[in-house]
């Protein structure tokens, strides 16, 4: 049974950080392409960050510069990252992580609809 599992999400002034975690069970977070989501109240889900499974990140332009996606490799752990720097109140959202399998390694997407596994989400709050 694959679960993905997201956490460090919490309470922070705006131009704080946090670091998002992803752990996941029953698959290889390498073999896929894992992206991350959020939804704020009343918006529709977005992407936010994505990273193809050669390890290819890509960005929303609302956190160009201040989002980081990470992978640790050596991976015993089997988690992926999301460090977010210099938050905003608009940052406000639960955030998700999800995973798709391409068999071309290059490719990652915000295609939400195609995700074949997702997490239960984990809330991040900007204010002050």
Same mark, same amino acid.
């Given at each position: 049974q694959v679960q993905l599992v997201e956490s460090g999400g919490g309470l922070v002034q705006p131009g704080g950080s946090l670091r998002l975690s992803c752990a996941a069970s /029953? @698959?290889?977070l390498? =073999? +896929?392409a894992v992206v991350w989501f959020r939804q704020a109240? /009343?918006?529709e889900r977005e992407g936010v960050s994505c990273s193809s499974s050669d390890g290819s990140t890509y960005y929303a332009d609302s956190v160009k510069g201040r989002f980081t996606f990470s992978r640790d490799r050596s991976n015993a752990k089997n988690t992926v990252y999301l460090q977010m720097n210099s938050l905003k109140p608009e940052d406000t959202a639960v955030y998700y992580c999800a995973t798709r399998y391409y068999s071309d =390694? @290059?490719?990652c997407d915000f295609d939400y609809n195609g995700m074949d +596994?997702? /997490?239960e989400g984990t809330l991040v709050t900007v204010s002050s």
């Open positions: /029953g @698959l290889f390498d =073999s +896929y109240p /009343g918006q =390694s @290059l490719i +596994y997702w /997490g």
